[in-house]
């Protein structure tokens, strides 16, 4: 069963509109870790953000915001005033805690997010 | 500092043939990990290595291997190749030992196509 659900598969947004992506998890563990990465034309995964399964508090990098809420398993991702720059496919990831610190990493299919001048 | 480098960038085999990729970390980095990507299945983990030892492998069959060297670079090796590895292939390395917490940063990937 898909563990990570990114059910946004493409998104069209036209210049200066605010967008979110949304990632919702699975898990039975009360020890995680979420990712979001940006994947531009290059090919090149770009880390964004990183967040453990106890901080719930929400963060703000610029035009980048992320919500994580555990009541409801979400942990999506908001630009503010988007730019072509923005363009991209973009990934949340899951990653549970397994024997040794190892980790088994889920990967939701990612949301292609095209923004248009 | 010099991000992850992967070479080839690009690769065009034909079935039955094998490939080696490779994959330099970011200096000081000695976790490397390797994914498939393809449109249909995502990111798949193939295997990750720390200090030379593999560390995790994923659900793939054993025509890909890998391999990590002393200066922690890596190489995936995919023999007998089919159509349907044609995909792109990434390296991430992490400043840790491949922990669950820890970020991984990844290379341009090198895309290969199998006629």
């Known amino acids: 069963a898909q563990k990570v659900t990114q059910a946004q598969t493409e998104i069209s947004v036209v210049e200066k509109e605010d967008v979110t992506l949304d990632c919702v998890y699975e898990?039975?563990?009360?020890?995680?870790?979420l990712f979001w990465y940006k994947q531009p034309p290059s090919g090149e995964l770009v880390f964004l953000i990183r967040r453990n399964s106890f901080d719930e508090q929400n963060e703000i990098s610029g035009r980048y915001s992320w919500n994580f809420q555990k009541s409801t398993s979400s942990f999506n991702f908001t630009i503010t005033a988007s730019q072509v720059v923005d363009s991209a496919v973009y990934f949340c990831?899951?990653?549970?805690?397994?024997?040794?610190?190892?980790?088994?990493?889920?990967w939701g299919l990612g949301t292609s997010l095209a923004v248009n001048p | 500092k010099a991000g992850v480098t992967q070479t080839p960038r690009y690769l065009i085999k034909t079935r039955g043939q094998q490939v080696t990729l490779s994959c330099s970390p970011i200096?000081?980095?000695?976790?490397v990990s390797w994914y498939q990507q393809t449109p249909g299945q995502g990111l798949q983990f193939l295997f990750e290595?720390?200090?030379?030892?593999?560390?995790n492998k994923g659900n793939f069959p054993g025509r890909f291997s890998g391999r990590q060297f002393s200066n922690s670079r890596s190489e995936m090796n995919v023999s007998t190749l089919e159509l349907g590895d044609s995909a792109l292939y990434l390296c991430a390395s992490s400043s840790g030992q491949g922990s669950y917490y820890d970020e991984q940063f990844f290379g341009p990937g090198t895309r290969l196509t199998v006629l």
């Open positions: 200096s000081g980095h000695r976790s």
């Open positions: 990831a899951l990653s549970e805690r397994r024997a040794g610190n190892n980790r088994k990493l889920i």
């Open positions: 290595y720390f200090s030379e030892t593999q560390r």
């Open positions: 898990t039975r563990d009360t020890t995680y870790y």
